[in-house]
């Protein structure tokens, strides 16, 4: 081959190169997951943002229902005796958690914090 | 010309590759505790931090009957060498709050029912009597000491960085990537998104001491689970939540105790005294107190001066 075809060939494959490093590194809007655990297992990831309801059954045989709303997330009904769960409200980050019934929810993506003290 | 474009074309891989923490959530001192530990003995350093944590919950638990911290409660055990440091610990930090925290509450958290959560209104004599006994309770200093305890672990295990939420205290370890801070929110006791974000550095304890933590309400009154020593009810001291952001989790966490207890004025006195620590109040009428030291954004606070 010639040695232009070569230059072409070789800067095309460069520009590729880059344009792919560029897509690769480039931060893009971190979308929201929530983690739902269950008993020490993970039980689903949810993505917050698609609104919906579920109810998540403890291997002791309580139960949560949990509601997605506008990118957060809530225990909305619950039958522990405390229902500490509820008053945690609806999050976007950090952790909600039902210790009667060994429910956590946990924030994977798009929180800003590491952690929260509480 | 192209061995070099290819090696480029990796190193830019590579540089988009951020190492993969490897986590565990376990349930343990009647709580959830999130592990999280980033570096090449990651997945070692967190079987050991179950292991020490678990061992914790088994000697100075006070449900289980059989535990080291109840046989000595009733006369049957003597502490080891360990042990003895944590009780004298315990009680160094109770006599440096002038017994606002305390470490032997045990009869009176028993008495208000926190314990199995079938939650009452002792009578008055109940809690006269249960005032006058002795038996030792860790709890506001366990989590807290054992957060020291597993950077201590975290060390051996040659780990880069961890973060370590122990129900609702956090102990971070090692510093972020470039220096970067740990970002941690301060819980709002109403519910929903934390209030405020705290930037903390390098392995430090940030816990708080809430009202909204563990409680049962009776005819509309809330009875919360941080009781007050030196009345046996639960402290009423005009606070929502105490944090305390502070090098030693076992002090962080008797602190936030006591400044809940003592209430913004008291607890500032405190603060002032040594200053080796600092402290976030929020009060029942959701106005924030920090002192100098603490990063806080987010949200409107005053800053308490020293």
Not at chain 1, 45 to 71: F, Y
Not at chain 1, 72 to 83: L, Q, R, S, T
Not at chain 2, 84 to 90: D, F, G, H, I, P
Not at chain 2, 163 to 169: A, D, F, K, S, T
């Amino acid at each position: 081959m010639k040695t232009k075809t070569w230059i072409v060939l070789l800067s095309g494959l460069f520009l590729l190169c880059i344009a792919l490093s560029l897509w690769l590194i480039w931060p893009r809007p971190a979308a929201a997951f929530a983690e739902v655990i269950s008993g020490g297992k993970v039980l689903c990831v949810l993505d917050l943002s698609l609104d919906r309801e579920l109810t998540v059954t403890a291997p002791g045989g309580g139960e949560n229902t949990l509601s997605v709303r506008q990118g957060k997330i809530g225990v909305i009904h619950a039958d522990c005796p405390d229902g500490l769960c509820i008053a945690q409200g609806f999050c976007s980050g950090g952790r909600i958690i039902c210790l009667p019934n060994r429910l956590v929810i946990r924030f994977l993506q798009g929180s800003p914090l590491d952690a929260v003290a509480g | 010309m192209k061995r070099l474009l290819s090696l480029l074309f990796i190193l830019l891989l590579l540089a988009g590759c951020a190492p993969k923490p490897s986590s565990q959530t376990i349930f343990c001192m009647d709580t959830v505790m999130g592990l999280t530990v980033w570096g090449r003995n990651a997945d070692d350093a967190l079987s050991r931090l179950c292991g020490t944590l678990n061992s914790l919950d088994r000697t100075w638990s006070v449900t289980d009957e059989d535990s080291f911290l109840s046989r000595f409660n009733r006369g049957q055990a003597q502490p080891d060498e360990q042990q003895a440091a944590l009780l004298a610990r315990a009680m160094e930090l109770s006599e440096r709050t002038g017994g606002a925290f305390c470490p032997r509450l045990q009869a009176l958290s028993r008495c208000w029912g926190f314990y199995n959560g079938e939650y009452r209104l002792p009578s008055q004599e109940e809690i006269t009597q249960a005032l006058t006994q002795e038996q030792w309770d860790l709890g506001g200093f366990l989590k807290g000491y054992a957060g020291s305890l597993c950077t201590q672990v975290l060390s051996e295990a040659g780990v880069d960085r961890a973060l370590l939420e122990l129900g609702g205290n956090v102990q971070t370890y090692g510093e972020k990537p470039g220096g970067e801070p740990w970002r941690i929110g301060i819980q709002n006791p109403a519910g929903g998104d934390p209030l405020g974000i705290l930037l903390v550095y390098g392995s430090t304890a940030v816990v708080t001491s809430g009202d909204y933590q563990r409680y049962f309400e009776v005819e509309g009154r809330r009875y919360h689970h941080i009781l007050d020593p030196r009345t046996g009810y639960p402290a009423s001291s005009g606070l929502s939540s105490v944090t305390v952001i502070c090098s030693d989790g076992a002090a962080a966490d008797a602190l936030s105790t006591a400044l809940f207890v003592l209430g913004l004025e008291e607890g500032t006195r405190l603060w002032r005294k040594e200053q080796d620590f600092e402290a976030v109040f929020v009060c029942s009428d959701g106005k924030l107190y920090a002192t100098p030291g603490a990063e806080l954004s987010g949200c409107a606070f005053e800053v308490i001066s020293p």
